[in-house]
Each structure stands twice: as C-alpha cells, then as structure tokens.
C-alpha cells in the first residue's frame, strides 16, 4: 500500500514546526520565512502540491545555509605558486592579522597624536619605519602600488614626458598596463630604446624641454634574455640628474631584505635603488615584503612632500587595518635574524625541500589510506615565487600527485570542500604542491579529505 503524500503545508504552520526552531535561532525570522515562502513556491510552481513539512523545512535550511556562507574564504594554496595575486598574495603574521583586527574593531589613534591631543598623520605610524629600513628621506603609502605608480606620475608629470624604455613597457595581470597607466596619470609617455636593447644616448636624446622625469620598470613578469642591453640605475639617475629631472624606479615586487642571504634570486631592493640614485621608489606590500596590500612609495623628501599634497592621495588612501598589519610586518624587519620564522611568505619561500618532501610523504599516506583505488604518489616539482617575482627562477619543492581518471572532478570535489583545496592540473596528474602546506596545518587538511576521490 502506497502512503499518500502530505498536501503542501502553510507558511505559518512551516514556521511553527519544530525543526524550523534552530533556523530562526541561527537565521532570524525574516529570512526564515522568506526561504519557506520560496520553497513553497517553488512547490506550487511545479505544480507539486504534496510534500511533508520536514521535507521543505530541509530544503530552506540548504538555501539559508548557501545564503550566509562566506563567499570569500581561506584555500590550501597548493599551486605551486607561492604569491599567488588571485589567491591574495602574501599570507600575514598572525600577529599583524590581529593588529588589523583589532584596529578594525575600535577606534584608534589613526591621525591622533596622544602626546598633544591635536590631529596627527596617518603616515606617522609607518614612514619612520619605512625611512629607518629603506635609509630614504621620507615616505608614504597608499593602496596598492598600481595607486603609487600613478600617484607618482600625476604628482611630477602630468601634462609632461616621461621616457620609458621599450624593454618596460609591461602588462601585469589584471590590466596593469604601463603606457595605460602612464595616461591615466596625465603623463606622456615617450618610449625609448628597443624592446631588447636601450642604451644610455636613447635616454639623452629623449630628454627636452617638456620632460618631467625619468622612469625605470621592473620587468616583473617576463624576461629578457639572450642580446640585451638594459640602463643601469646608477646611469640613469646620473642622466636624470644631469637635467635636473627625478629618476622613478617602480620595482614592483619590493622584497626589503636581499633574498641573496637565504640562497633565494637577487632582486633589486629599495634601499640599493635609492643608494644607486632613484628619487622616488615605489614597491608592493603584499609581494616579497611579505604585508598587506599596500604600495609603498620611499625617496626624496620634497618629492614625497609633493605626492602627499595632491588631492589623489586623499582618494587612494590606506585604511586603519592595513596600516595597523604593515606596521607590525615593517616591524618584523627590525629583527632580520628570525624574520624566515616569523614572516610566512619567507617562510615558505625559504622552506626546505626536505622539510615539504615530509611533509608530502605524510599526506600521500594518508590520502592513499583513504582512497585505495586512486593513484597516490610523491614527486619532485618546481615552485614560483609569482607576483612577477623572478619569472624564470623556480624552487624545488614536492608535490603529492593523484593520478587515474576523472581528474577534472577531482579538483572540482577539492575545490568543493570547506577550505578549498587548490592544485593544478599537469602530465595527466593532480598535482598538490606542498611547500604552502605547513605543519601546523596538515590536521586540518587530513580532516576534512572527501569520503571518496
Ligand atoms: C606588481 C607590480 C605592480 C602593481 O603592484 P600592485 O601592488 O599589484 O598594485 C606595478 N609594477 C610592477 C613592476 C609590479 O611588479
């Protein structure tokens, strides 16, 4: 004998159920009632005109639970690449996370000072820090270093040329663009040199009367290679100053301590820029420097005093929380000897292969426990540092790689699950890069590893 399905229940005695009383509890009532309302008329719409109220009441908790579930949240970068600017770059101190957090939570002493109870500056709580590590004159800092760039340029060359060699001209992900932002700044760039070779004299001939400065490009994400001739800095601010112009230096990713030490890539550092003869440098936050978003812009002092006073400043402004996590970050770098400890994105960056080879070898047990039918194994891979850091230079790391069919819906059921899991795709493997998963984290990854895979 077949039951006869229940007639389709009312709204009021759906809110009256018992098992709608921890959705209100968790959800409130207008937004209880309203995912009811919606799944009774979706019913109705379907012309379903039976169905046991537990039934319905699960189907809003689904939509209610889909509708308060954050939509940005913390992944397992296990891609290999290290800043990864869509998986929002550099991972923060713990410390400067709850420095942000707590400055974001109460009123603080942003443009206050406690010593004369007047207004202060915003600056106040990072520029003698930046100046005390960079050795420059003054400094500031706004969003990003998309806003320094073009915070730069409008300041010293609106309306006037800027030569740019050729070799520079660079496209960053997400529409960075230089000879776009160039004119969005107001600035006329004038391009100089070739994309391979620019010498000294293409530089000099550039120069008029209707030049405002010099500028340098950190070629970030692409490299040059093979016959090439690029500028030196020391040159170039020897041109610049011989007619009276400023050189800018953008050095894009902005690691403040050489890498050198840790047997990591050379990159240029802003403290080399400006000893070679940059006036203003601009750099990341989040890149190599291991902070916030952020663009840091070090140099001269009356320079930095002309960027303060245009009115874009004010729009391109950092908030208290971003400030609050920089200082902390800046303030790490007063301690060299234990910033790979203390900093993640060198941390990570530093870590040693053998370290994610253990680190790999306990996931792929696990993983191959728990899924006796999927290929699991161990193997030697190369990570990137990204964010246009050193394109060409990769670090040797350790993957655990899952083979067999369906590799697609693998990553997508990895991708489904509470912290995201990420990898890629390669040689008909998933690949888990390891380095970025660190111990204190691998619990946390085994325990929520799906059923089946
Ligand atoms: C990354 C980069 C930028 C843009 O910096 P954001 O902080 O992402 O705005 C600009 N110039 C160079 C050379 C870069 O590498």
Not at 58 to 72: I, K, N
Not at 188 to 194: A, D, S
Not at 395 to 417: C, F, K
Request: charged share 20%.
């Amino acid at each position: 004998m077949t039951q006869e399905p229940s007639p389709l229940p009312s709204l009021d005695s759906l809110l009256r159920a018992p098992e709608t009383a921890v959705l209100l509890a968790r959800f409130g009532r207008t937004a209880t009632a309203e995912a009811l309302r919606r799944v009774l008329a979706a019913r109705r719409a379907a012309r379903q005109f039976h169905a046991p109220s537990a039934a319905l009441i699960d189907l809003a908790a689904d939509s209610l639970a889909a509708r308060f579930v954050h939509s940005q949240r913390p992944v397992f970068n296990l891609t290999g690449t290290v800043l990864h600017t869509n998986l929002g770059r550099s991972p923060l101190p713990p410390e400067a996370a709850a420095a942000a957090a707590a400055a974001m939570r109460s009123a603080t002493n942003l443009e206050y000072d406690l010593e004369t109870g007047r207004r202060g500056e915003r600056d106040s709580h990072i520029a003698p820090l930046l100046c005390e590590i960079t050795g420059a004159e003054a400094a500031t800092v706004v969003n990003n270093n998309a806003a320094a760039v073009v915070l730069v340029l409008n300041t010293l060359a609106a309306g006037k040329q800027v030569p740019v060699s050729r070799g520079e001209l660079i496209e960053i992900g997400g529409a960075f663009r230089v000879p776009d932002i160039m004119s969005r700044a107001g600035a006329i760039l004038k391009e100089v040199g070739t994309t391979n070779r620019t010498h000294p004299r293409d530089y000099e001939q550039a120069i008029g009367p209707d030049t405002a400065a010099l500028m340098r490009v950190h070629q970030a994400n692409y490299a040059i290679t093979g016959f090439t001739a690029s500028v030196p800095t020391e040159v170039l601010a020897r041109i610049a100053h011989a007619g009276d112009l400023p050189l800018i230096d953008d050095l894009g990713s902005g690691s403040l301590i050489d890498l050198a030490t840790w047997g990591l890539p050379h990159e240029t550092i802003p403290q080399e820029a400006l000893a070679a003869g940059a006036d203003v440098v601009t750099f990341s936050g989040d890149k190599l420097l291991g902070g916030p978003q952020a663009g840091l812009i070090v140099g001269r002092r009356d320079l930095i005093r002309r960027i303060n006073a245009n009115p874009l400043k004010r729009a391109l402004r950092l908030d208290k929380g971003r400030l609050a996590a920089l200082e902390v970050v800046l303030r790490l770098y007063l301690d060299p000897d234990r910033l790979t400890e203390r900093l993640p994105a060198l941390r990570l960056l530093t870590r040693a292969e053998a370290d994610i080879r253990a680190t790999a070898e306990r996931m792929a047990a696990v993983m191959q426990r728990h899924w006796p039918t999927r290929p699991v194994s161990v193997a030697s891979c190369r990570s990137q540092i990204g964010s246009g850091a050193m394109p060409v230079d990769l670090l040797a790391s350790v993957a655990v790689t899952l083979g067999g069919s369906g590799l697609e819906s693998l990553a997508a059921s990895l991708r489904a699950l509470p912290r995201p899991v990420i990898g890629r795709i390669g040689q008909d493997r998933l690949w888990l890069d390891c380095r970025c998963l660190e111990p204190a984290e691998e619990a946390e990854f085994l325990a929520q590893l799906p059923q089946t895979a």
